[in-house]
């Protein structure tokens, strides 16, 4: 415990090793600048990388041996033992906190800008599709690199149903949740004998077939080109400045025309539908079949032998993730006004189950905490234009090390329930 | 004494390799029935056929009165057949009391408070560590956690796969002696089991099964001292 045992030579070590992984990792990015065919050398960018990387892994290494340091390391070294059972009677102290989220979350659309309003309702979407996804992959342990092909055909069955069939938001709304949730039990059936590596295989390849035949099937969805999806309506009030089908929402309500108005009600619609599912979450967990899913995660085959039915247990879970992300969906495509296959391409389901797995899996605050982190902080770091995608990348791999659990561990309150049948 | 499980000349098959063949046996109500054999001589295999996993590929397998060679896995599990698994399987990341009231799955939780009480009679480890996550148990503690598991469905028949994997000798010898006593409260057990010191020991039948046929059967003294099983699993010269 005495300052004694700090050596500065495996410091020095630790911080020439880090520098010269820094050289060879930044030597040639910035070390070569290229001019028009021509190129030139500055070695004093290099330099300076190199100097911060050196003189950083020095203090880290050296903190990490001081007292404080190595109680710190030990914490985070423990961090991955795992789900926290809290007692079946457990009250949380935090309770508070939810009607506090509720309110502001009521008055967000009416002190925030209409640019701030825009990005907090794409961190909603988002954390609708956290959501789904947490059950697929955090609760019932199945994972999905496919799942935004769910949130296409949430966006696409709004975009097609109002093009083809003149269907609005608000039918659109539960028939894409159960289109979504039937496309999840169609991928469900193929994959119910897979685990892991090969299950994270079909489903990518799943989501990009439905890209593709969005892209592909040009009379139907238009391709790339996209298609226009409509606005929500307030009882047959639609948001526009002049509208061919009777009064608009300003006229009505004899208010100035105001383009932000569209979004603060698509945000509180959003954010009712937000609370709603993670109701339904809250209660589907301590519900036999969400008591299934976590069982299915930790033991399939003992769950077999207990008899649980692993067929309808899957498909549920899929099922379920699936609408979830189909509602998102069609939230997404009335926000934007228009959608194209670009939307949803595999990237965007690696940041929903990064989403996933930085906010901790089966966790619903942090997967709350997280969808926000991932949506907003892209939009923060627009200053720094260039580097925010190293910024961010950065940040990934830091909680990684120091937070393999996620941002909030799963704790749950014990099963502790006398009624309920799993058949 | 009614015969409640019976297998008749079942074959298995996986792929073009014949696992079981002909494999006739009987389980009375009330008595242990063991089943020994080496490594890979089909015991774990005949154990899963009666899940349907794998099928079956001729043969008969009647429980009480039904065959249910056909059925799927979890029908099976929730008409009184209980096993506690190979590699014991319980859910790691459960409480102990999570795991039990996992295992009324088929029943429903009406007798759940009730049995739990039962369980914690007869597994007192168990008791000490209701609230303890599963997998921060040792192994033997695990073993019982995966046989009361199993108990808590209130089943016809419980079904045994290696309880004595990778324990130490006196803990196996626990384990046997808590069989012993659920035994006595009138459970008719299925063991299947290498150590079959212990297994012939407790049990009223037994049968050998080598290369996915039943070679000797008898009781479990009779089995004991055959000369022949002697050799091959006692370590007899």
């Known amino acids: 415990m005495t300052q004694t045992d700090i050596s500065y030579k495996k410091s020095g070590t630790d911080a020439i090793i880090a520098a010269l992984m820094a050289l060879v990792v930044f030597g040639p990015i910035m070390g070569i600048v290229l001019n028009g065919y021509q190129f030139k050398l500055s070695f004093d960018r290099v330099f300076v990388i190199v100097a911060i990387v050196f003189v950083g892994r020095f203090l880290m290494s050296t903190f990490f041996q001081t007292h404080r340091g190595k109680m710190m390391a030990f914490r985070y070294a423990n961090n991955d033992d795992g789900v926290t059972v809290l007692p079946p009677n457990h009250k949380s102290k935090m309770v508070w906190i939810i009607p506090l989220v509720m309110v502001i979350g009521l008055l967000v659309p009416f002190i925030a800008s209409k640019y701030v309003l825009t990005i907090v309702i794409l961190g909603l979407i988002y954390v609708l599709l956290g959501l789904g996804l947490n059950i697929v992959v955090g609760l019932a342990g199945l994972l999905d690199l496919g799942f935004v092909g769910f949130y296409a055909i949430g966006a696409y069955g709004l975009a097609l149903g109002y093009n083809h069939l003149g269907l609005g938001f608000w039918s659109m709304l539960p028939i894409a949740a159960i289109l979504a949730a039937c496309a999840g039990a169609i991928l469900g059936f193929p994959v119910l004998r897979m685990h892991g590596d090969y299950l994270a295989i079909v489903t990518l390849g799943f989501g990009e077939i439905i890209r593709l035949v969005l892209t592909n099937w040009q009379s139907f969805t238009h391709g790339p080109n996209g298609i226009t999806a409509p606005a929500p309506t307030l009882f047959g009030l639609e948001f526009k400045r002049r509208s061919a089908h009777g009064e608009t929402f300003h006229e009505y309500f004899n208010v100035p025309y105001d383009s932000a108005h569209k979004y603060m009600f698509v945000y509180l619609v959003l954010f009712v539908v937000v609370w709603a599912v993670l109701f339904i979450k809250h209660r589907l967990v301590k519900m036999p079949i969400g008591r299934a899913w976590e069982a299915l995660r930790e033991d399939e085959i003992a769950c077999r032998s207990l008899g649980l039915n692993h067929v309808l247990v899957k498909l549920s879970a899929f099922m379920m993730g699936a609408a979830t992300a189909g509602i998102a969906g069609v939230f997404f495509a009335t926000y934007q006004g228009f959608i194209n296959p670009t939307s949803f391409t595999f990237f965007e389901s690696a940041l929903i189950l990064a989403i996933v797995v930085l906010g901790g899996m089966g966790s619903t605050v942090g997967v709350v905490i997280a969808a926000f982190c991932l949506t907003v902080l892209p939009e923060l770091l627009r200053e720094v234009a260039q580097y925010r995608i190293l910024l961010f990348g950065i940040l990934m791999v830091v909680m990684m090390i120091w937070k393999p659990r996620g941002l909030v561990r799963i704790t749950r309150r014990g099963f502790a329930r006398k009624e309920g049948v799993v058949k | ?237």
């Not at chain 2, 009647?62 to 008409?79: F, L, M, N, P, W």
């Open chain 2, 1 to 237: 004494m009614t015969t409640l499980m019976e297998f008749k000349e079942v074959d298995v098959h996986y792929g073009p390799i014949q696992a079981l063949k002909k494999v006739s046996l009987t389980v009375t109500e009330g008595e242990i029935v063991t089943l020994i054999g080496a490594n890979g001589a089909g015991k774990s295999t005949l154990l899963m056929s009666i899940f349907g996993q794998p099928r079956i590929s001729s043969g008969e397998i009647i429980y009480r009165g039904e065959d249910i060679s056909q059925k799927s896995a979890h029908y099976v599990a929730s008409h009184g057949l209980a096993q506690s698994p190979e590699g014991r399987r319980i859910f790691p990341g459960m409480s102990v009391e999570e795991n039990l009231l996992m295992g009324t799955i088929p029943i429903g939780m009406e007798h759940a408070e009730k049995d739990m009480q039962h369980m914690f009679e007869l597994f007192p480890r168990l008791k000490e560590r209701r609230n303890q996550r599963a997998s921060t148990m040792s192994g033997g503690e695990q073993q019982m956690l995966a046989i009361a598991r199993a108990l808590m469905s209130r089943p016809k028949l419980l079904l045994l796969d290696e309880p004595s994997l990778g324990l130490a000798p006196i803990i196996v010898k626990q384990i046997f002696k808590i069989l012993e006593d659920v035994a006595s409260t009138g459970m008719t057990i299925f063991l299947v089991e290498q150590n079959a010191n212990h297994a012939l020991k407790l049990a009223d039948r037994g049968y050998v099964m080598v290369n996915g046929e039943i070679r000797l059967t008898g009781t479990g003294q009779e089995l004991l001292v055959n000369p022949e099983v002697r050799d091959a699993y006692l370590g007899g010269h």
